[in-house]
């Protein structure tokens, strides 16, 4: 499974490369103070509120524009309307590339919020699009599709249709955006080869996210689609890649695989609490579609939830030495040492809906060789809460291709820490969809390469997540809010990716950079008592675009390298930096 995700991640990250080849400032610009047609290349940037009652507001028609609303409004006489907020369309039915639509600022009251329609190279960044009839759509044909887009950081709600629609586009990143309160929250049809990571599409009308059947090799990842009228996911199309991905309390299934959806692979989602079944997969012995190490409570055959029941466990003081499936009988308790302990590799440890609580030392769940070998192939799965621990599970070093998944871990000094060495690193790991609070730390990763941290909330915690010594790793999706810090990576910490991840109200920094060479893409960080992103000097080589840090109490973005040292800026929306060469 890690070979199938980490391949097509880096299929997907050829826009990615695009989009950061060549750094940009945001300049001021010709100054909008009307509605009208953009002719020519440039940065425009509204000078008041505008608004249209007849006739599309802004038209842009050529490319190498970037349009920055600058804190100020667009609104049309309400929907139902044909007019767009902003439409990115060539007269001559040429494709637009570089065209950027940057907040922060709303678009209300039109019929699409943005429209792309052939574009290329371009996207849409920290924009507020409310009561349109879509937010943010995206068009294109078979012959000219929109590819290599980029759309993070939005918040796209209570549109009539759908918060983000993508149609025929291709390539193209959708990250970090907040699509609830819709009818659908986002919506691909005939589009293939798109990442939608760390979006919030929850309370929808109808259906959080939604794949048609011509929409293929799509890779959904730490997303969370909660609360719709009726399925989280619904999946159409085929060879689809979700990981880490969230589907809870809908009103039909969490997740829902239609009949001819197959080639699918799923691992560590978690989809609980919803109406009909939590997933359910309506081929015949779900055809090729392959699961792994999901948690899900219901599903409608058996090939869907590959978890058996395993050993039983009733009693904390259990120690696992042999390979297989172990599954909590009843809640558990231990007053001093550790729970559980396993000391062997191809173990599964299912919570089962109970308790593991603690009196305050020790580990909740310990996973160590006693030999000084690695172990591999281990999984604490959820749902269940583990809390009143020094450490609620540790992983100690040299630990591969294992995980922790749907796990509520609170009132931990640490929720989750795995460790690692230069010579014995832990490696290979999945963290989703893990609900750790109120904890000192939050996650703790030391010596820890090549891992996922997917989709986990890991708010109220005195630090969100901390990674010491560890390289190469992928951050997307979690939610870090109302700590002290939200995202640290000392100075050791280098080469890992960050996107799609929340950092918003922490007393002091969002996201706190000390190590180099790190990428930063559709990262929120909003209202923190200090920097929204702080660059720690000597923290040079990192790479940041489309961003958004927006009210922060000292800087949105402190980058405290001389002329930013060699780190690079794009398309990001802050307001408040410490130098010019941070926009």
Do not use: W
């Not at 986990?456 to 990674?467: A, K, P, W």
């Amino acid at each position: 499974m890690t070979s199938k995700v980490s391949s097509l991640l880096l299929a997907a990250l050829g826009s990615l490369v695009t989009l950061l080849a060549s750094p940009t400032t945001l300049l001021a610009g010709t100054s909008i103070s009307a509605c009208g047609p953009i002719t020519q290349s440039g940065t425009y940037t509204l000078s008041q509120d505008i608004s249209s009652n007849s006739g599309d507001c802004i038209d842009i028609q050529v490319s190498n524009v970037t349009l920055r609303l600058n804190g100020h409004k667009i609104t049309g006489p309400g929907a139902p309307t044909a007019i767009n907020g902003v439409l990115v369309l060539s007269p001559s039915g040429l494709s637009l590339s570089n065209v950027f639509i940057i907040g922060n600022g709303m678009i209300s009251g039109c019929g699409f919020g943005v429209q792309l329609v052939s574009a290329i190279n371009s996207g849409v960044i920290g924009v507020s699009l409310f009561t349109n009839a879509v937010g943010v759509s995206v068009g294109g044909t078979a012959s000219n599709p929109s590819k290599h887009l980029f759309i993070s950081q939005n918040d796209v709600e209570k549109n009539n249709l759908d918060g983000i629609d993508l149609n025929q586009t291709s390539l193209s990143r959708v990250i970090g955006n907040n699509c609830s309160n819709n009818t659908r929250g986002i919506s691909l049809t005939a589009s293939t080869g798109n990442v939608l990571l760390g979006n919030l599409c929850n309370s929808g009308g109808f259906t959080g996210i939604v794949l048609d059947s011509g929409s293929t090799g799509n890779n959904l990842e730490g997303n969370t689609t909660n609360s719709n009228f009726a399925n989280g996911i619904d999946l159409h199309g085929g060879s689809n890649t979700l990981v880490g991905n969230g589907a809870d309390t809908n009103g039909a299934d969490g997740i829902l695989v239609e009949a001819g959806s197959t080639g699918s692979h799923f691992s560590g989602n978690v989809a609980l609490g919803n109406s009909t079944f939590d997933a359910e997969d309506d081929n015949s012995n779900c055809g090729t579609n392959v699961y792994h190490n999901d948690a899900f409570g219901t599903t409608n055959q058996s090939c869907v939830n590959t978890l058996l029941a395993g050993t039983p466990i009733s009693a904390c003081g259990t120690t696992i030495t042999k390979s297989g499936t172990y599954t909590l009988t009843q809640d558990l308790s231990s007053s001093s040492g550790d729970c559980i302990d396993i000391q062997v590799s191809d173990v599964t440890l299912k919570l089962n809906g109970h308790n593991i609580s603690g009196g305050g030392g020790s580990n909740g769940v310990s996973v160590q060789s006693l030999t000084g070998l690695s172990l591999n192939n281990v999984f604490v799965i959820g749902k269940g809460t583990i809390s009143g621990f020094f450490i609620g599970i540790q992983l100690f070093s040299g630990i591969s291709r294992s995980g922790v998944i749907g796990v509520a871990l609170s009132g931990n000094s640490v929720g989750i820490s795995v460790g690692g060495t230069s010579n014995n690193p832990s490696t290979n790991l999945l963290i989703s969809q893990n609900d750790v609070e109120k904890s000192s730390g939050g996650l703790f990763l030391s010596g820890t390469s090549l891992s996922r941290i997917v989709g986990n909330n890991c708010s109220n915690n005195e630090n969100g997540i901390t990674l010491l010594g560890s390289t190469g790793n992928v951050l997307l999706g979690n939610t870090c809010n109302s700590g002290f810090e939200g995202i640290f990576l000392p100075a050791n910490s280098t080469g890992n990716h960050l996107e799609g991840n929340t950092t918003n109200f922490n007393g002091g920094f969002g996201i706190d950079l000390a190590g180099g060479s790190n990428t930063l893409v559709g990262n929120g960080a909003d209202t923190n008592g200090t920097d929204g992103i702080l660059v720690e000097v000597l923290s040079t080589g990192n790479r940041f675009t489309g961003n958004a840090a927006l009210g922060n109490s000292t800087f949105d973005v402190q980058d405290n390298n001389s002329n930013c040292g060699t780190n690079l800026y794009k398309n990001d929306v802050f307001i408040n930096a410490s130098q010019p060469c941070v926009k």
